[in-house]
């Protein structure tokens, strides 16, 4: 609630209530931008899951296979207990010291909620999706002033990351 300041005699809001007001203002901004984003990006891994054939498995990974292999594995280390990781697609003898706490964290939220490694992953590429759509548009507000822009800005950093998809996709159908 506004208070008056005993200083210059005018009424103040506290810091909650402004946090409150941005928290919502930002989830108003973010929200419809983020939930197309995570629609659109999930929809090819649950058609593709709905399309595995009985018998097999569908691992969760559509493209860049050699790096999101190489993330799911530093997560089962993680569940495993695992600090510190290895690179486990190499051939070099080596000691286990990368320090990779992402992997480790998300390995060991898989392992305490019994959710599968693919699917935890998912669920934190979604949320730091939000996380940086909520960074973007305090990065917008410094020189941007209406919501309209700010809202427009969020489409275009969504949409900066390109249409190739379009293109694999169509070389790839069928």
Same mark, same amino acid.
């Given at each position: !609630?506004p208070?008056? /300041?005993?200083?210059?005699?005018?009424?103040?809001? $506290?810091?909650? /209530?402004?946090?409150?007001?941005?928290?919502?203002? !930002?989830?108003?901004?973010? *929200?419809?931008? *983020?939930?197309?984003? @995570?629609?659109?990006?999930?929809? &090819?891994?649950? !058609?593709?899951?709905?399309?595995?054939?009985?018998?097999?498995?569908? +691992?969760?990974?559509?493209?860049?296979?050699?790096?999101?292999?190489t993330?799911?594995?530093?997560? +089962?280390?993680?569940?495993?207990?695992? #600090?510190?990781?290895?690179?486990?697609?190499?051939?070099? &003898?080596?000691?286990?010291?990368?320090? #990779? &706490?992402?992997?480790?964290?998300? %390995?060991?939220? $898989?392992?305490? $909620?019994?959710? &599968?490694?693919?699917?935890?992953?998912?669920?934190? =590429?979604?949320?730091?999706a939000?996380?940086?759509?909520?960074?973007? =548009?305090?990065?917008?507000?410094?020189? @941007?002033?209406?919501?309209? #822009?700010? =809202?427009? $800005?969020?489409?275009?950093?969504?949409?900066? %990351?390109?249409?190739? *998809?379009? @293109?694999?996709?169509?070389?790839?159908? %069928?």
């Amino acid at each position: !609630a506004p208070r008056r /300041s005993s200083t210059s005699g005018c009424w103040e809001e $506290s810091f909650i /209530s402004r946090l409150s007001v941005s928290a919502i203002g !930002a989830i108003r901004d973010v *929200w419809p931008v *983020w939930l197309t984003v @995570v629609i659109l990006t999930t929809l &090819p891994y649950i !058609a593709a899951a709905l399309r595995t054939p009985s018998g097999h498995v569908f +691992r969760g990974v559509l493209t860049a296979y050699d790096d999101t292999f190489t993330y799911l594995a530093w997560m +089962r280390e993680g569940a495993n207990g695992h #600090l510190l990781m290895c690179d486990p697609f190499t051939s070099e &003898p080596q000691r286990c010291e990368f320090f #990779l &706490p992402l992997w480790a964290v998300l %390995g060991f939220i $898989s392992r305490v $909620s019994n959710i &599968p490694i693919p699917v935890t992953f998912h669920i934190g =590429r979604v949320i730091a999706a939000l996380f940086l759509l909520v960074v973007a =548009r305090a990065v917008a507000m410094t020189v @941007v002033r209406t919501r309209r #822009l700010i =809202r427009y $800005s969020l489409w275009l950093y969504v949409l900066s %990351g390109g249409f190739g *998809w379009l @293109v694999y996709a169509a070389q790839n159908a %069928g």
